[in-house]
């Protein structure tokens, strides 16, 4: 089944944050590597990931969330800016799975929540573009988002302190964790801004120019005295 015929046959729209590994991807200790991504539709037998990293069709991928605990299954089809994962489950657990998306669908249409009112938002698309200072380029998946900085998880592990745009938001970064970096914008933003600010431009390559001169005009910031002043947590 492909991609097209997930979003046509038993499946819903349901966005879960979660992280995976790809069999091909390995840190330097010699572990899987993991990247955060999130859900945008779900069905017993398949769902389709926005993730940062792409593997190739019928490569092996083990994802974690919350709500599911580990699914393991090989991917299928890739598209817009995810792929879709064939999910392997013995048929006990599939039973679980389906009682557990029933519950979800359920929680999903009952509740409406206002994100704006909230610290931090996820963004309705996650993706966006890292852009450093020598001018180099990387697609990135936001995690979550707030008016002082955001959360991404990307095929890169840069340095506490250095400098990068997050789409159009410049900023460096100042904590990184097992699936991604936190980056502190230079200055607050407003919430009604988050998800425009993210989205680089259409014209990405005159955008690059200047952003990384913004970017390279302070090769390392300090970090931030406290922790706790940093929102994105």
């Not at 999130?38 to 709500?67: C, I, K, N, W």
């Amino acid at each position: 089944m492909s991609t097209a015929d997930l979003f046509q046959h038993r499946s819903f729209d349901l966005s879960l944050g979660g992280r995976y590994s790809l069999a091909s991807r390995y840190d330097f200790h010699g572990s899987r590597r993991e990247f955060a991504c999130r859900t945008s539709r779900v069905s017993p037998y398949q769902m389709h990931v926005a993730v940062p990293v792409l593997g190739p069709v019928g490569e092996r991928v083990v994802t974690y969330f919350g709500d599911f605990g580990s699914l393991d299954g090989w991917i299928t089809d890739i598209a817009e800016g995810g792929f879709l994962l064939n999910i392997e489950l013995p048929r006990q657990r599939r039973e679980k799975f389906v009682a557990q998306l029933a519950w979800l669908k359920k929680r999903h249409d009952d509740v409406v929540a206002d994100v704006r009112a909230q610290r931090r938002i996820v963004p309705k698309n996650p993706h966006s573009t890292l852009i450093f200072g020598d001018g180099t380029t990387l697609s990135c998946l936001v995690i979550d988002i707030s008016p002082s900085g955001v959360a991404v998880s990307a095929d890169v592990d840069p340095e506490i302190g250095t400098r990068l745009a997050v789409g159009r938001c410049v900023g460096y970064v100042v904590r990184r964790f097992a699936e991604g970096f936190a980056v502190q914008f230079d200055q607050l933003q407003h919430v009604e801004n988050l998800e425009r600010i993210i989205c680089p431009p259409r014209d990405l390559s005159t955008y690059v120019e200047r952003a990384a001169g913004f970017v390279a005009s302070g090769a390392l910031a300090p970090r931030p005295p406290r922790a706790e002043k940093w929102l994105v947590d």
